[in-house]
């Protein structure tokens, strides 16, 4: 693993974490030769749930879906 010294890291910090970024390599900071901080890429984002399907078992059909729900003759529309 590569040592950074404190002083280093202030003077080169963006290009060093960049660095990290792009290789994926993470790099210990010391002071007077003592670790101070260990510098590493964050995990990567969990992946999304797909979409399709994520409702299956959820609803329960519990009647008659095809039919309408009330007398055609009740509806205005489909009088003359």
């Not at 963006?14 to 660095?19: A, D, M």
Request: aromatic share 4%; glycine share 4%; with cysteine.
């Amino acid at each position: 693993m590569e040592k950074v010294t404190i002083s280093e890291f202030k003077a080169t910090c963006l290009r060093l974490l960049l660095n990290v970024k792009k290789t994926g390599h993470p790099f210990l900071v010391t002071r007077k030769g003592e670790p101070v901080a260990l510098v590493s890429p964050p995990p990567p984002p969990p992946k999304p749930k797909a979409w399709l399907g994520c409702l299956k078992d959820t609803v329960r059909i519990t009647g008659d879906v095809i039919s309408p729900a009330s007398d055609e003759r009740d509806w205005e529309v489909l009088q003359n």
